[in-house]
């Protein structure tokens, strides 16, 4: 029994960077939802574009044949990879503050606008990853000092996942100090209860949604980034990210920092003890957990009905 | 033995009491008022008569019947209607479909698939009068969306009304209606008050009290004063409280 | 005689009868312009199938992105009844309905008290699991290869019998299918119910104070909806002559979203079948010119999103009202009312 448990190490090291990529995932979507009230369809592409983005600076034969970058492919992988988790990011939040502006033509009409406008822009995202680099799935590399595995008392643990994870915590703690410690959090904070309060203390109510859009979409790339060595770099990878995202806020409660980095970690458990006993059943028991999520949540009472209700 | 009857009702939201064991009861045929200030809890506690909420604690009863918890169409079956303050109605839908849907010939059809609903004259007919009461003739076939502030009120209040109840609840039918549109709304709600029991929540004092037989009035999650409006013009709970001047 | 004309109207229209006549004569034309049968065969099942989800998305208001899933179903329900129990084709195609429609049925259980975002995404989930289920389950449905040598049935009247195995053949078999559907169809959604489903488009919780059971009327609508994806399946599995998981992905669910709000599928029961038409023009013809064209399809989609949601039918309306404007006033009555 001690064995198997023992056993289970690796893969509970596994499920703690998941859940960690997956919870920062949801912070972006939490809030996007709670500043703008949109549920960000293409919350799942912009986390795929972020891969993508990171390939063009890290892999030149996946990226674009840019032939002005042959001098910037020569440097060895390291610092690449720290410019394209600078860079992909920023790009990505550059698209995300596009879809923003595409977005507020649907902000008085029904939900349902809203929702299909994210949708259209999830789909036209994949196509448009499609058209420039391919279908076929891509390896992204990464520095030698993180990658490979050691072993540690008997069981062999991937060097990655602990990058990741160490990495993922670092990014949800500089994520709360942010929102908790800063100004522009504060504001942030309070766009999501009293956009009428925001307004008034002066501040441009239409600015701070595209930026938090951005900052939103940035929080995907940088999760996409990490995650592309565990799940691949794809172009349909979208559909299989906003869901975990989606059940984590639904679990977690909108609104609530920690509560979505808990809910993050059970997610990232659930899929990755999965993958340890029934490998083929482990993207699969995310939507099998958002069926069970979603059927036995209380439904929302009066007072704070969530914008999920709508 | 009055028509509805609501005892001891209790409900919370969070860790906060809206309604505290609240006990009102409604005489047939008769015109009830609830008044009271924003946030004291009469617009959950109508929503608890209505069924859209159900009480932590406590019964309702209508016409003797236990419907405490009940959803909203159950009851809504049985001959109860409400309008609702924040206009609840079908836009794209013209003012007759709006309240067609609402009348139970119609409702009785409910999963027939293949009739022709302009084959059913009694429905339409039925329909077109209620649109008449409410002063909306002649509209029959404008959108909902189209039509201005105040005759929106009236289809709300249509829709309500063709469902043909036993028992109307209104929720703040005044509200954002200038004083000539209350006053028409005054004379449609004498027109009604016939065969029918009302209970209308309201923050204009002078279209309460000049309409209705008894009132309860709602603060802090309680009842604090219930009786004809002579009577509470004599309470000085009413009085203390910010509830506005009578002329 | 009036009373006859309103009657007829009421089953039958204009639009009905030019989308009849355009795909009744199909074959006739198709090849001239410089396309190929099969092609009418693909549009037609893609028509039926678009209508089906309209159900759900145009006239309920509940977004399907995984309805794909139940095209599937009904392709394999449909080989799996004609290997397993008699390769009939009523037979057949009932199995495929049936199947389906229980399946949807049990699937609209967990939906029919949802609607928006948790509807959404739990129709994604469930297509999900289905395409997971026909993937692996390959002793069943062949998995990653599909069920293959799926035949073209003859269609046996009793009295008359007729050979599907040609393209044009099987065209007109499904032309007849969509024939019948449409009559009922058009009658389904301006009838009683179609009337309460609508209203809960618009405004679900006053449906209910109303007195209707919102959940129940969810409910028939997607059981419905997915009774017809799968005959619309059956068809498709006789099309390509097997049934393959291809067409349970969530890229084809999602396409035929586009081609419903492309189309129009919000303001009008055409809506579908000009957007499956648009998209096949979108593909075959512009595909020719650059392989991005799904890529401009899907820009289309959120152009129309943003600045006309009605799509290319509310256009066409809009042209056609401006055009009465200029003209004698047309009587506005409870028929025309009723019948939009």
Known sequence: MIDFAYGLLPHILNGLALGLLFALLALGFMLIINVMEVINLAHGSLFGLGAYMALVFLAPDGGLPFEFMEPFYALPVAPRYVIALIFGPLAVAGVGMGLELCLRRTYGMDPLYGLLLTFGAAMVLEELIREIWGPAEYFLPIPRGISGGFIFGDLIYSTYRIYAAVFSIGMIGLLWLFLEKTPYGAIIKAGAHDSEMVRALGYNLRRLRLYVFGFGAALAAIAGIIMAPIWGVRPHVGIDAVIPAFVVVVMGGVGSFWGAVSAGVMVGMVVALTAAFLTEWSLLSMYLLLLLVVTLRPRGFAGRASVLER | MPIFEAQNLHKRFGDQVVLEDISLSFEANRLAGIMGPNGAGKTTCFNVLTGRYKPDRGRVRFQGKDITGWPPRSIARLGIARSFQTMSLFDEYTALENVLIAVPEVRALGFHGLRDLGAESQSIDKASEVLRRVGLAGLEYKPASSLPYGQRRALEIAIALAAEPKLLFLDEPTSGLGSDATARLADLIRAIRQDLTIVVIEHDMRFLFGLADTISVIHWGQVIAQGTPEELRANKWVQASNLGALA | ?340
């Open chain 3, 1 to 340: 005689m009036d009373r006859l004309g309103a009657r007829l109207r009421a089953w039958v229209t204009g639009p009905m009868l030019l989308s009849l006549a355009v795909f009744g004569t199909l074959p006739l034309w198709i090849e001239q312009i410089g396309l190929y049968q099969y092609l009418g065969v693909e549009i037609i099942i893609w028509v039926i199938f678009a209508l089906a989800v309209n159900l759900l998305l145009g006239y309920t208001g509940l977004p399907p992105f995984g309805h794909g899933a139940f095209l599937g179903i009904g392709a394999y329900a449909f080989g799996l009844t004609q290997f397993n129990v008699i390769d009939n084709l009523w037979i057949s195609l009932i199995g495929a309905v049936v199947v389906t429609g229980a399946i949807g049925g049990v699937t609209a259980l967990f939906l029919s008290h949802r609607r928006g975002i948790y509807f959404a995404l739990m129709t994604i989930a469930f297509a999900q699991i289905f395409f997971f289920i026909a993937s692996k389950w390959s002793n069943v449905t062949g998995g990653e290869d599909g069920l293959l040598n799926i035949a073209r049935l003859p269609a046996d009247f009793g009295v008359a019998a007729f050979d599907l195995s040609s393209n044009i053949e099987l065209y007109y078999f499904c032309f007849a299918v969509y024939t019948v559907l449409v009559v009922l169809l058009w009658r389904l959604v301006h009838s009683p119910f179609g009337k309460v489903v609508r209203a809960i488009k618009q405004n679900e919780s006053r449906v209910s104070f109303v007195g209707y059971n919102v959940y129940l009327y969810k409910w028939v609508v997607f059981t419905l909806s997915c009774a017809i994806s799968g005959l619309a399946g059956a068809l498709f599995a006789m099309a390509q002559e097997g049934a393959y998981i291809q067409i349970m992905s969530l890229q084809w669910s999602g396409i035929v979203i586009l081609m419903i709000l492309i189309g129009g599928g919000f303001v009008s029961f055409w809506g579908p079948v000009l957007g499956v038409g648009l998209y096949f023009i979108a593909r075959d013809i512009l595909g020719a010119y650059t392989e991005a064209w799904l890529l401009w399809f899907g820009l289309m989609f959120v152009i129309l999103v943003m600045f006309k949601p009605e799509g290319l039918a509310g256009i066409w309306q809009d042209l056609t009202r401006r055009f009465e404007a200029r003209g004698p006033r047309k009587r506005v009555n409870l028929g025309t009312v009723l019948r939009r």
